[in-house]
T-cell receptor, first 118, second 114 residues
Framework: NAGVTQTPKFQVLKTGQSMTLQCAQD?????MSWYRQDPGMGLRLIHY???????DQGEVPNGYNVSRSTTEDFPLRLLSAAPSQTSVYFC?????????????????FGEGSWLTVV | KQEVTQIPAALSVPEGENLVLNCSFT??????LQWFRQDPGKGLTSLLL?????REQTSGRLNASLDKSSGRSTLYIAASQPGDSATYLC?????????????FGTGTLLAVQP
C-alpha cells in the first residue's frame, strides 16, 4: 500500500512547454484532486474528480487539464507552461470528497511536485 | 466567497507549553472543518475533522473546537514537544457543489523549542 504517489518530484520547464504531473493511488479512492501551494496563499484547488470519467474545476483551473480514465490515476497536464505556474503541486485522494464522519474517509496527500517555469 | 484566515502566521514556544492555533472563516455555512499538519518538503497529514453539527474533536494531545456562528475554530495542543514543529493548516468545505472542495487557510508555522 503506497498511498498517493506523485511524479516527478522536481521539474524545470521552459515557458511554453507542456508536461504532465502524474498522480496514482492504490487505495481504491473515488475522490482525487490537485492543489497548488504558493507562499502566502495556502493551497488552492485546481481540479478534482469524484470517480472515473468525472472531473470538475476547482478554484484555479486555467492553464491545466485533467482526465480520469481509471480509478487509480489522475494526471494533471500543463498545456503551455507560464512562469505564474511555478509552484508546488499536491495530489490528494479519499473515499469521498466530503470528509464524512468515518475515520476511513481520511484524505491522503502526496508528497508534492516542485515545478519551476523559466 | 469563503475566505479562511489563520493567525498568527508563525509561533515559537518552549517545550511543554500548551498552545492554541486559530482559524477563522467568513462564511459560517460550512459542511465541515479539517485541521492538517505539513512538515517541510512533505504533503499534508489530516489531524482532526469536525462536522458542522459538532463542537469539538479530540485525538491524543490535540483538541479542535468549532464555533460556526462566530466563524472560528481553534486547535489546542497540550504539552507541546519539538516533534510538533510543523505548519498547521485548517480547511473548510461548503455545501452543495462546494462540498467536494477544501478551502485552505495560509497556515501557522509552529516551532517548539527544546
Amino acid at each position: 500500500n503506497a498511498g498517493v504517489t506523485q511524479t516527478p518530484k522536481f521539474q524545470v520547464l521552459k515557458t511554453g512547454q507542456s508536461m504532465t504531473l502524474q498522480c496514482a493511488q492504490d487505495m481504491n479512492h473515488e475522490y482525487m484532486s490537485w492543489y497548488r501551494q504558493d507562499p502566502g496563499m495556502g493551497l488552492r484547488l485546481i481540479h478534482y474528480s469524484v470517480g472515473a470519467g468525472i472531473t470538475d474545476q476547482g478554484e484555479v483551473p486555467n492553464g491545466y487539464n485533467v482526465s480520469r480514465s481509471t480509478t487509480e490515476d489522475f494526471p494533471l497536464r500543463l498545456l503551455s507552461a507560464a512562469p505564474s505556474q511555478t509552484s508546488v503541486y499536491f495530489c490528494a485522494s479519499s473515499y469521498t470528497g466530503t470528509g464524512g464522519s468515518s475515520s476511513g474517509n481520511t484524505i491522503y496527500f502526496g508528497e508534492g511536485s516542485w515545478l519551476t517555469v523559466v | 466567497k469563503q475566505e479562511v484566515t489563520q493567525i498568527p502566521a508563525a509561533l515559537s514556544v518552549p517545550e511543554g507549553e500548551n498552545l492554541v492555533l486559530n482559524c477563522s472563516f467568513t462564511d459560517s455555512a460550512i459542511y465541515n472543518l479539517q485541521w492538517f499538519r505539513q512538515d517541510p518538503g512533505k504533503g499534508l497529514t489530516s489531524l482532526l475533522l469536525i462536522q458542522s453539527s459538532q463542537r469539538e474533536q479530540t485525538s491524543g494531545r490535540l483538541n479542535a473546537s468549532l464555533d460556526k456562528s462566530s466563524g472560528r475554530s481553534t486547535l489546542y495542543i497540550a504539552a507541546s514537544q519539538p516533534g510538533d514543529s510543523a505548519t498547521y493548516l485548517c480547511a473548510v468545505r461548503g455545501y452543495g457543489g462546494a462540498t467536494n472542495k477544501l478551502i485552505f487557510g495560509t497556515g501557522t508555522l509552529l516551532a517548539v523549542q527544546p
